[in-house]
Structures are given as structure tokens and as C-alpha cells.
């Protein structure tokens, strides 16, 4: 690591892509942690693949595929969570096949661009090296965005979290915050594409809220130390990458996976210590 530490130091484009990892982890810390407790990983996962649709769709049309990617995950948040909401009993069906429509229409777009789509291939698989100092700055506004929406909307976030009828009797209204979140969810995907691509976004999502989860039980402190784990894994990632001279999202992903099984194992043993040591008292009562 020391020679990625050295190059680090005079390489701008390592400079960019660590900064694009950092603020990548914001937003994964903070709507990863919602995506977990509610556990609409699935949710997420088909807005993540309908984004190719849009951002086939602005390449083709000679638009920023950011921009298009931003707008297509918005449209599938409201649609998604529309749908959850109305027609729960076909949610999975009608979430898949809008899943499947995204990838095919951006198929067909990229089908039907002429020249060369790098650039596009790049969002499918990602390539944190590949982000720009203009697509930086948009990455920080839309994690301004995520951070400050999160704190003003806290409270009602987490009523519709851990109980939607509580808090509709409370009068929270839970179809206006619901599609929120899912748009803050679709945010976070957008800035994640660059980082590890559209087919590893979901894990980089959730993997790190779910090892804090082990541990953490408060939300505040779960986006918290989720944000920090995703620093580790996106920054151990770059570093390894370089050196070994592989893609850094897969490492990113595999970082982070590896951890998780780990945590989860050590939970697993921590909490059968935790029941034979009070059976045991029990029994000695």
C-alpha cells in the first residue's frame, strides 16, 4: 500500500477518485442504513437497473448520461414506490419487469448510438478513475442534498421506517415521505454508478449499513459508522487495485463482502455465547 500512498500524493486522477469514493460513502452510509431497516434492497435494486434506460437514452440524445441517469431513477422511484403502495400484492412482478424494461431500453439505446460507448460501459461496470472534477462537484451537491433532507425529515423518516401505521396515526403522511425516500435512495444510487457500476451498486448499498447493523441499534449511529465502512472498503479498494492493477469496484465489493461474512459469523458465535452463558445462570438460579 505504501506505493499507492506515494502516488497518491501526485497523481490527480487517484486524488479525484478518492474523493469520489469519500463522498460516494456518504450517501451510501446515510440511505444504505434506510435501505437495510426497511429492507427494500429489492426496491432499490430495480431502480439501480432501470437508471441504464435513461442514461442510454441521454448518450444517445447527446446529453450528460449522469443527467439522464439522475432523471430515470427518479421517474422509477415514484413509479416503484407508487406501486408498492397501490398494487402491493403484484409489487415483485411489476418491480422486475420494470427492472427488465430499464436494461432493455438501455440496450436498445446503446444499440443504436453511433461511435464509441466507453463511457457508457463504464456506468454498467463502473470506474472510479473515469470520474471528472465537474462530476465531482455534482456528486457533493447531490450528497448536500441527501444529508440535509435526512436531517430536517429525521423524525418522519424513521416513524415511517420501523412503523408506517403509527405513524399515519400520528398524521405523519406516509405515501408524500415514502416517495421520498425512495427518490434519496435513487440519488444515492446515482452517485455510487460511478464507483462501482449499476451491476455492484446494490451490494456497496447495503453491505456496509449491514455490518453496522450488527452492532448498532440507534439509526443516527448506523449511518454513521456505515458511512465510515464505506470509506474503508472504497478507499482498501482503490488501494488494492492499484496495486494489483485490477477494476476498483469489484474490490470495493469484495472488500466489503468478505467483511460482512466475517461480522456475521462473529455475531452468530457472539450471541450462542451470549444464550449458553445465560442458560447457564439460569439453570444455576
Known sequence: ?????????DNRFLQIALLAGLL??????VMGTFVVVKRIAFMAGGIAH???GGMGAALYYHFDPLLGALFAAIVAALFIGTVRLQWKAQ????IGALWAIGMAIGILFIAKTPG?????????????????PRELW???????????????????????????????????????FYLLLLCL????????????????????????AAIAGHYMRELASMMIAATLLGSVFTTLGLGVSYQADLPAGPIMILCAGCVYIISAMLRHLLIGYRARRYAIRALRD
Not at 24 to 29: E, L, Q
Not at 91 to 94: A, G, R
Open 1 to 9: 500500500m505504501s506505493e499507492f500512498i506515494f502516488a497518491l500524493l
Open 24 to 29: 460516494a460513502s456518504i450517501g451510501c452510509g
Open 50 to 52: 432501470s437508471v441504464l
Open 91 to 94: 409489487e415483485d412482478t411489476l
Open 116 to 132: 464509441y460507448t466507453t463511457d457508457l460501459m463504464s456506468f454498467l461496470f463502473g470506474n472510479i478513475l473515469f470520474v471528472s
Open 138 to 176: 455534482l456528486m457533493a451537491s447531490l450528497d448536500v442534498v441527501l444529508v440535509v433532507t435526512v436531517a430536517v425529515f429525521y423524525r418522519q423518516f424513521l416513524a415511517i421506517t420501523f412503523d408506517e401505521e403509527f405513524a399515519r396515526l400520528r398524521g405523519v403522511p406516509v405515501a408524500f
Open 185 to 208: 435512495v435513487a440519488i444515492t444510487v446515482v452517485l455510487l454508478i460511478q464507483i462501482v457500476g449499476l451491476i455492484l451498486v446494490i451490494a456497496l448499498l447495503t453491505l456496509p
